[in-house]
């Protein structure tokens, strides 16, 4: 199995990722440029829109020093042409060993999802000790990240699913989470109407 480069190279500890879906390409650069001004130099960019793409390249191209991920993948096509476009690095919501392999031959950074101990087992058996924990609040939150610890010491986590402003804090200090990440810092609707002074105001409350 060929080795993946660890998703922990391209985002530091204590990272809170803005998973951020983006209706029109051309909000992307002030988006980033935003999260860069608050000192978030880190986004997830959803496949959920038909521009998530060209908002990806357009963020790298016009705003360096920002680590773009591209998340809700969930074929080899999309890896392919994540890694063309320049992408950091990749998410999925679950796992496959397909992904996995494609990953790793492609030399992406790769964070595939688990929600259960038998997905995380499989995922150690993979190489992989990095982690989406998706989605997490439905799948029993900080309780069942509190259990993965006591089973997998060696494996870190990145809850997303159901973290919002009042509990992001409680689960960003689980000794096993290594980053965060919601779409509550930079909500569609906020995005769709260029209310950057909002999402500011929102990140502000992290500091």
């Not at 939150?141 to 870190?156: A, K, N, Q, S, V």
């Not at 689960?171 to 096993?176: A, I, K, M, S, T």
């Amino acid at each position: 199995m060929p080795e993946i480069k660890s998703i922990k190279d391209i985002i530091p500890a204590g990272s809170i990722i803005p998973v951020c879906t983006i209706d029109n390409p051309d909000r992307a650069v002030p988006l980033a440029r935003t999260l860069q001004d608050c000192s978030i130099h880190v986004i997830e960019i959803t496949l959920r829109t038909e521009g998530a793409f060209t908002a990806a390249e357009n963020v790298i191209n016009e705003c360096p020093g920002m680590h773009v991920g591209i998340g809700t993948v969930t074929s080899v096509e999309q890896l392919h042409r994540a890694k063309e476009t320049g992408a950091k690095f990749c998410v999925s919501p679950g796992m496959t060993e397909r992904l996995v392999n494609t990953a790793g031959q492609l030399e992406m950074p790769y964070l595939p999802g688990v929600s259960t101990v038998s997905e995380v087992m499989a995922a150690r058996e993979m190489g992989l000790h990095y982690l989406k924990f998706f989605p997490a609040e439905s799948a029993g939150g900080i309780r069942i990240l509190r259990m993965f610890r006591e089973l997998f010491p060696d494996t870190r986590f990145c809850p997303t699913g159901g973290l919002n402003e009042t509990n992001a804090a409680d689960y960003l200090h689980q000794d096993n989470v290594f980053c965060i990440g919601g779409s509550w810092l930079a909500p569609r609707d906020r995005i769709d109407a260029a209310d950057w002074a909002g999402i500011t105001r929102k990140t502000g409350q992290l500091q």
